[in-house]
């Protein structure tokens, strides 16, 4: 319950910062962003010509995250980013083109196109080497029947993640770079995880240790905390 309270004030102090020009920006989370680079540029040495899927996990704050995001592509040298996202279209501000000109939202509710929404992301990956999806969102957000799960085992469970990020990343033979945000006593921080080869066996069995290692280490800042089915999903109704 206090992962929402908190996510709310964070947002609206980073929302006002950037809109007025008044202290917009923030060191810790620079510092993620530049070791973020600094990891993907060695992905990008490790295997040229292979795209990086960047994942942030829904900790602390969606707005944190997309500085973090926008703090990247500007160390990467992009002129622009395409970040997969199911917020509403408002929740960065009405003004989109001022607060983060240098991303290029792919709406996952969008009505019209949502169906396409994967040949985006390749494209996008295809054209930069470089995009941002969150593979951590649990599947009954995705609110599409049947759904395309693959099954994991979470706290000694079993348990199902949405497949989008393993097809996509499949297809582009494209390594996965997963980190999320921590907050404490008013300060930002992050943890860096491993990078997944999307295209190798294993792939979503490893993504759900990452989930529960962010569970057991920084639980109270999981934004999504307040669902009770977690990762227990059925595919079809």
């Given at each position: ?13 980073m929302h ?49 995250n997309i500085?973090?995001v926008d ?167």
């Open positions: 319950m206090a992962s929402e309270q908190i996510e709310q004030l964070i947002d609206r102090r006002l910062g950037r809109l007025y020009g008044q202290g917009n920006h923030w060191q810790e989370l620079e510092a993620t962003a530049q070791e973020l680079a600094e990891t993907t540029q060695r992905i990008q040495r490790e295997y040229p010509g292979r795209p990086v899927i960047i994942s942030p996990f829904h900790y602390v704050s969606e707005y944190a500085y973090v703090a990247l592509r500007a160390k990467l040298g992009l002129n622009e980013l395409a970040v997969v996202s199911g917020s509403p279209r408002e929740a960065y501000g009405n003004r989109e083109d001022i607060l983060i000109p240098g991303l290029r939202i792919l709406h996952t509710y969008d009505k019209n196109n949502r169906s396409g929404l994967g040949l985006r992301v390749m494209r996008a990956l295809r054209h930069d080497g470089v995009a941002v999806l969150f593979s951590d969102v649990p599947p009954y957000m995705m609110q599409r029947y049947p759904m395309e799960t693959v099954e994991v085992s979470l706290m000694g469970r079993p348990a199902r993640l949405h497949r989008g990020v393993f097809s996509i990343g499949s297809h582009v033979d494209a390594v996965l770079l997963c980190f999320h945000l921590t907050f404490s006593k008013g300060h930002f921080g992050h943890r860096l995880f491993s990078p997944i080869e999307l295209a190798r066996e294993g792939g979503p069995q490893r993504v759900a240790d990452y989930i529960e290692q962010a569970y057991q280490s920084a639980y109270p800042n999981w934004i999504l905390a307040d669902h009770p089915s977690r990762y227990g999903f059925a595919p079809s109704k």
